[in-house]
């Protein structure tokens, strides 16, 4: 089970983009995960008349290391650690290591 998933919002903990908070778009399977908005670098594009892409510079969201965000939780309002923890019904959910709220509803 990861601790950060896609949808979940998350905040920034090191690096250029620090203290910016985003939802997660892309986990991908090495620990590195897109957040939109979030690490944008600016790319050569060349045009393609045959798909419709017209070049120039574009901007696309490149990904983070996992280790350099954490989940966003609303009620303390800035990021919190994550752990895991089996319910009575045997479900496996993820919690708020400071205060033991579930993240997953």
């Known amino acids: ?21 985003g ?3 892309r986990v991908l399977d090495d620990e590195r995960i897109v957040v939109e908005n979030i690490n944008i670098a600016k790319k050569h594009q060349k045009p393609n008349p045959n798909a419709g892409v017209a070049g120039g510079i574009v901007e696309i969201e490149m990904p983070l290391d996992a ?5 966003w939780n609303p009620v303390l309002k800035k990021g919190d650690r994550v752990g895991f923890k089996t319910l009575d019904d045997g479900r496996k959910v993820r919690v708020y290591k400071s205060d033991n709220e579930v993240v997953d509803v």
């Open 1 to 21: 089970m990861q601790r950060i998933r896609k949808g979940d919002e998350v905040v920034v903990i090191a690096g250029r983009d620090k203290g910016r908070r």
């Open 23 to 25: 939802t997660v778009v």
């Open 67 to 71: 280790s350099n965000v954490m989940l």
